[in-house]
């Protein structure tokens, strides 16, 4: 996380003046369409959205706005604000007048919660937020799964690209970043996508899914943390496409 902290940065949007280019992997004519935020991790970006987004293909537009600072060249955000004000202009430059479901994969899940609260605030607020697998960045779970995640993140390297220094840096400084980052209530009902395979001690506690808010539904959908965007992908898109037909 130190080496990061050496790495030039942007303290407002109007700083970035070349923001990672969104990348557009359905079209379809229901609304809402969704707009999906990577990862915090090295192997962050649209990849990991390639597999659930082929569920919504001829159904529902999938958006993904890669966070900035993993790609060559490209500057970390200086603070939490900082990336959420960013993604909420790029969320409202996409939709437009559309209504829209904010999505977040594992960490990234930490992005959609806290854009949905800026854009609530902007009175633009989203129809729904939808957390992957998400942990806080608190919980006393995440040991575990940093412990389990570290192997098979570089395993995935030939699916992903390859995890350089430019990218590891850039997952240490969004971890320090949201080191003391916790949710604040939103009003938009949130869906909890969660793994059925989990890793040993990295269960939730009620505490620490309550802390999401009290609008949450929670569901269940084979494989684990990874595997459930990748084999599973199907069966994931499958239950997020119910929840949101049944509830949005």
């Known amino acids: 996380m130190a080496a ?3 790495r030039p940065s942007f303290r407002t949007a109007a700083e970035l003046t070349s923001p990672p280019k969104l990348v557009r992997l359905s079209k379809g004519s229901t609304a809402p369409g969704l707009v999906c935020f990577p990862s915090l991790v090295a192997i962050s970006g649209a990849r990991e959205y390639a597999r659930f987004a082929a569920g919504f293909r001829g159904r529902r537009d999938v958006t993904v706005l890669p966070e900035p600072g993993f790609g060559k ?3 970390l955000p ?3 604000d900082a990336v959420v004000e960013m993604q909420a202009e790029a969320v409202l430059r996409t939709v437009g007048e559309c209504p829209f479901v904010l999505v977040g994969r594992s960490s990234g899940g930490w992005i959609a919660q806290a854009v949905a609260g ?4 902007r009175g633009s607020a989203p129809s729904a937020v939808v957390m992957l697998d998400t942990y806080l960045p608190r919980s006393e779970a995440l040991p575990w799964i940093q412990t389990n995640l570290s192997g098979k993140m570089f ?9 350089d220094e430019g990218r590891l840096t850039a997952m240490g400084g969004y971890l320090r970043l949201f080191s003391d980052w916790g949710p604040e209530p939103i009003g938009a009902p ?9 890793f040993t001690g990295s269960e939730q506690t009620s505490d620490e899914e309550a802390a999401w808010g009290a609008r949450v539904a929670r569901i269940e959908v084979p494989g684990d943390h990874f595997t459930m965007m990748e084999d599973h992908a199907g069966a994931t898109a499958g239950a997020v496409l119910d929840w949101l037909a049944e509830n949005v």
């Open 155 to 163: 395993d995935r390297e030939k699916m992903f690209g390859v995890v």
């Open 78 to 80: 200086a603070s939490v």
């Open 118 to 121: 800026l854009l609530e605030e």
């Open 4 to 6: 990061a902290r050496l």
């Open 190 to 198: 949130i869906l909890a996508v969660k793994a059925e395979e989990t």
């Open 73 to 75: 060249g490209e500057l």
